[in-house]
């Protein structure tokens, strides 16, 4: 089976960075991992006083745009670095939020798919070609918790 997640409303909306479960990263606390994400684009840049604009944005969904501003320098390791820096946030999120890695350890070995039509790297596009990196990342997350004894029960 596989499980297909996207708004935050639908079944398995917490496995999505939108999603209101903060986390705290170098000591800072994150109101969803969108805003956390968003902001590391920006970091040691001379674009990087958008990160307190990213961090108290709102939502979400603003704290996206603010980070996809195209008129603004990301840093020039983005691309090399940003799905570690996408399952460094995720697994703080699962390991800070009990009721949600119990859903995730849940899933099984079920295939989780990011079910974006618009994003073709983190999900899998409106036609399912696309890499489904948030899905993969959280698959790994699954299996890291996993290896860990004290937290990989899933209570009944």
Request: aromatic residues 10%; charged residues 20%.
């Amino acid at each position: 089976m596989t499980i297909y997640f996207y708004k935050v409303w639908q079944p398995y909306g917490c496995f999505s960075n939108f999603s209101s479960h903060g986390i705290v990263m170098q000591d800072i606390f994150w109101s969803t991992v969108e805003h956390y994400y968003q902001a590391q684009k920006f970091v040691g840049t001379s674009d990087a006083m958008i990160i307190p604009l990213i961090h108290s944005a709102e939502t979400p969904e603003l704290a996206a745009a603010l980070g996809r501003d195209c008129t603004r320098q990301v840093r020039l390791d983005w691309e090399e670095v940003k799905t570690q820096v996408m399952r460094e946030a995720v697994l703080k999120k699962f390991m800070t939020h009990t009721e949600i890695r119990e859903i995730l350890l849940m899933t099984g070995d079920n295939l989780i798919v990011e079910n974006s039509p618009n994003d073709y790297f983190w999900g899998c596009g409106v036609d399912k070609t696309g890499h489904n990196h948030l899905g993969r990342t959280l698959m790994s997350v699954r299996e890291e918790i996993r290896k860990i004894p004290s937290l990989s029960v899933v209570s009944d």
